[in-house]
């Protein structure tokens, strides 16, 4: 609950781009938050079910996805944005492939 909390603050603070607090950043900061917290918590619930070779990339897409979208905010190129996202999606799915690969 915590992380889709931070999440949607995050996503609000980004959105208004330095300005004032308008009903937009808030209603897409409660949506944004709501719905990564949603699929979190169905990834945790259906992540155990799943062999570690698609657990791993599935925690690493909603970490891109998450971090994609925060980055687009910023007003960077989709490009750029895309850039990030699969960075960060690459770099968590190696990290929790290995994290299941030495723990289970």
């Known amino acids: 609950m915590l992380l889709a909390l931070v999440y949607g603050l995050w996503t609000a603070t980004n959105d ?3 300005g ?5 950043n808030v209603v897409l900061g409660i949506v ?3 719905v ?3 699929l979190y918590m169905a990834l945790r619930r259906l ?6 070779e698609l657990r791993a990339p599935a925690w690493g897409a909603l970490a891109g ?14 490009l750029r944005s895309v850039g990030v996202g699969a960075a ?8 929790t492939y290995y994290y299941f690969t030495t723990h289970e």
Do not use: D, M, N, Q
């Open 32 to 34: 944004s938050g709501v």
């Open 65 to 78: 996805v998450s971090v994609g979208f925060l980055y687009s905010l910023t007003e960077a190129s989709l």
């Open 16 to 18: 208004r781009k330095g």
């Open 47 to 52: 992540a155990p079910a799943l062999p570690r």
């Open 20 to 24: 004032s607090v308008t009903v937009g």
């Open 36 to 38: 990564l917290g949603a």
């Open 88 to 95: 960060v999606a690459a770099g968590v799915a190696a990290a």
